[in-house]
């Protein structure tokens, strides 16, 4: 019964000499967004490739998803790095995308790139955002700024992209984007909390 009791003990003692520091509020809010929005535009980018892959800007489409596949998994890293719970909305946010990606792409090459142009938007000013908040604390996690700098600065490529394809010309354009913006917006907030 000792030993039993000694080894006890001692895994506990190794347990709490092994404390994994938590993420500040901030990491863990900025990780657990981010990775939900790249999940989001992975699924967007798989909606417009499976209708409009075999078009002539489905090479385009195919290099902003190669792009974001990466940006998934750098998110899915940082999500077990930092011990950090993914939102309770991936499963949603899964669906969803592909639905936006293959619906706008139904409606056209233009309204896709449309639908890329309203959601780079938010995600760069959203990224600048982070940028500006990481660099006004004391310690910033240099890790994080290097990523979502690099992102930020892919996405901005991605949407500059979608101008030069004639998003601007898509049926509806101010309607469209508007809609996707608030949508984006919307995400952007839920996940952030839940």
Same mark, same amino acid.
């Given at each position: 019964?000792?030993?039993?009791?000694?080894?006890?003990?001692?895994?506990?003692?190794?347990?709490?000499?092994?404390?994994?520091?938590?993420?500040?509020?901030?990491?863990?809010?900025?990780?657990? !967004?981010?990775?939900?929005?790249?999940?989001?535009?992975?699924?967007?980018?798989?909606?417009?490739?499976?209708?409009?892959?075999?078009?002539?800007?489905?090479?385009?489409?195919?290099?902003?998803?190669?792009?974001?596949?990466?940006?998934?998994?750098?998110?899915?890293?940082?999500?077990?790095?930092?011990?950090?719970?993914?939102?309770?909305?991936?499963?949603?946010?899964? !669906?969803?995308?592909?639905?936006?990606?293959? /619906?706008?792409?139904?409606?056209?090459?233009?309204?896709?790139?449309?639908?890329?142009?309203?959601?780079?938007? !938010?995600?760069?000013?959203?990224?600048?955002?982070?940028?500006?908040?990481?660099?006004?604390?004391?310690?910033?996690?240099?890790?994080?700024?290097?990523?979502?700098?690099?992102?930020?600065?892919?996405?901005?490529?991605?949407?500059?992209? /979608?101008?030069?394809?004639?998003?601007?010309?898509?049926?509806?354009?101010?309607?469209?984007?508007?809609?996707?913006?608030? /949508?984006?917006?919307?995400?952007?907030?839920?996940?952030?909390?839940?």
């Amino acid at each position: 019964m000792l030993r039993i009791q000694h080894n006890s003990a001692t895994i506990a003692r190794r347990l709490m000499s092994q404390h994994v520091e938590r993420p500040s509020p901030m990491v863990d809010k900025f990780v657990r !967004v981010d990775h939900a929005g790249e999940l989001g535009a992975d699924r967007i980018y798989a909606g417009q490739m499976a209708v409009l892959g075999h078009t002539k800007v489905g090479p385009t489409i195919q290099h902003m998803w190669d792009q974001e596949k990466v940006h998934r998994n750098e998110m899915e890293r940082l999500i077990k790095k930092h011990r950090v719970r993914p939102t309770i909305m991936v499963p949603f946010w899964n !669906v969803a995308g592909f639905v936006l990606g293959a /619906g706008t792409a139904l409606m056209g090459e233009k309204a896709a790139m449309a639908c890329t142009v309203a959601v780079e938007t !938010v995600i760069v000013e959203h990224y600048n955002d982070q940028l500006r908040q990481l660099m006004e604390t004391k310690n910033p996690d240099k890790e994080l700024l290097e990523v979502i700098t690099k992102f930020r600065d892919e996405e901005q490529e991605h949407h500059d992209c /979608g101008i030069d394809h004639g998003a601007q010309q898509a049926p509806f354009y101010e309607a469209l984007t508007n809609v996707i913006k608030f /949508g984006c917006k919307t995400a952007i907030k839920i996940s952030e909390k839940i």
